[in-house]
């Protein structure tokens, strides 16, 4: 496997002490250092951009696509590090920098202030069934139109729909925390635009805004994807893996969408031993698994009707399959689900648990195209 299975190592200085004093994890250490180096060259970034805007006779085009150039490629692997955060204990010590720290990541690069929210009070004990906002059930999944709808849907709705599901469902402080966290980032925007030059404004804080929330439904879309009815409603049959990716490499395994959905606690270096332990039960319950994609290429190539590239990548986890076999099974799967089974909707309770996490790969060769 190709995919990250430990942390990083840093010498044992005062500053590592600091982050072992401070964190839940002494692993999370990188996220410290990421998050410090972005705040950095963020600063810097959107510095330039307003220097180059307001005192320079360059076309304003000219430094708002270099400055979105480089939040698109920035902004990835913070999102996944705020993904990460969300479900584990990230900082302890003080405990106001844990609150604050999604906040300051989300002025610099626009992800929903109510991101918590919507994926811990909502997505994740809906799983994608029918009463999940996000979900994609109701959609056919290789049409770009259906996805536009989708889209829409959440960029228009989700700022009144989330706070009600979360009121009804007695989760008032996340309620109240999504309203203020909407209204807190469309003021941060219009302050920006209105305070100070307008293209700056735009550039640094509504595009972001605008790219992030697409980014992330476009992430989501492809991770639920393909639906297999067959099987009780759990991570294996909603969801999808991506593998061997540089996409993992950048954002802490996040292609490991199946094992995330079982045990949404697990830390991101687990994830592919995790796997490795239990490709066979994955096997069994037909579960999707992309290798040297992630989930973005992997709406663009059903968008696409890419078929027999998808078919390419698609790990052959049960043994030899035609592309022509693994393509009718791909698309027999993205067809709208008007209702599943009654006696198969709910989540299934059972969890994977893997027979070894860490060590050498039980099958070296597994995944190899």
Known sequence: M????????YADGPFSRLCRYMLSDPR???????????????????????AALRYTELPALVPSLAYLAFWGW????????????????FIVRPAQLDWAHPYLMAFFFGMPMGFREHHIGMHHVEDNLGRDLSSTLSYRRDSFLQFLLYFGRFFFLIPFELPRYLARNRRTGMARRAIVGEVAQWSVVASAILLTDWRFGVTAFLMPVLLSR??????????HAFINTAYPNNGLTNSITCINSTYNKRCFNDGYHIGHHLRA???????????????????RHGAIVFEKLDFFMVSLLLWLGAWKTLAKHVVRLDGPRTDAEIVAMLKSRVHPVQEWPAAQAAPSPRRIEPASVSGADPDPTFGAL
């Open 28 to 50: 999370d250490e990188l996220f410290v250092r990421l998050t410090l180096r972005v705040i950095v060259t963020q600063l810097v970034a959107m510095g330039l951009l307003y």
């Open 2 to 9: 190709d995919d990250p299975r430990s942390v990083p190592s």
């Open 74 to 89: 920035s902004a990835p692997p913070i999102i996944l590090m705020l993904h990460c955060t969300m479900h584990r204990k």
């Open 214 to 223: 697409f980014m992330m439904m476009a992430g989501n879309w492809g991770q």
């Open 265 to 283: 606690k697990r830390h991101w270096a687990e994830l592919p031993g995790d796997f490795l332990a239990n490709r066979e039960f994955y096997a």
